[in-house]
């Protein structure tokens, strides 16, 4: 059955004194800002609806999906690439490489990787064909 990820990080910002009230009177101010947060960037799991948490039928209907269907393509050389889902046990020399591709970026191959230019921003590895395309979807948001 799947479980909650842990929290393990704190994050602080300055709101409106408003904004501090009406959130204080939330039954939940960190789950409302999660959801509220996942929701802008639209990303909010499919499955568990942003709750973190599937029901069991739900786990147990797509658990062969996932694991049978958990490769995709280099995007670089179209070689088959196994698809992880967390980057929890994944070789520390290929790590920055996976949590590119779970934060929303491209998967390549561990051949391919090095190969690709980083962003002198963010690190991703982004081949020069598609750099005005990340700056749309990655940075525009920090300019904001």
């Not at 959801?35 to 069991?56: D, E, S, Y």
């Not at 269907?69 to 980057?87: D, G, H, I, Q």
Request: proline share 8%.
């Amino acid at each position: 059955m799947a479980r909650k990820s842990p929290k393990s990080k704190i994050v602080a910002f300055k709101v409106e004194d408003d904004l501090a009230e009406f959130l204080n009177n939330l039954p939940n101010k960190s789950d409302f800002i999660r959801k509220a947060i996942l929701a802008q960037f639209g990303m909010t799991c499919p499955l568990c609806i942003g709750t973190g948490v599937v029901p069991r039928g739900v786990h147990n209907h797509y658990q062969p999906l996932i694991e049978s269907n958990n490769e995709r393509p280099c995007e670089k050389c179209r070689s088959a690439v196994k698809m992880p889902l967390t980057a929890e046990n994944v070789a520390e020399s290929d790590r920055k490489r996976v949590e590119q591709f779970l934060k929303g970026g491209p998967l390549y191959c561990t051949k391919c990787y090095p190969t690709v230019p980083a962003c002198d921003d963010c690190g991703w590895h982004v081949p020069m064909e598609k750099v005005a395309e990340h700056f749309r979807k990655v940075h525009s948001l920090n300019m904001a």
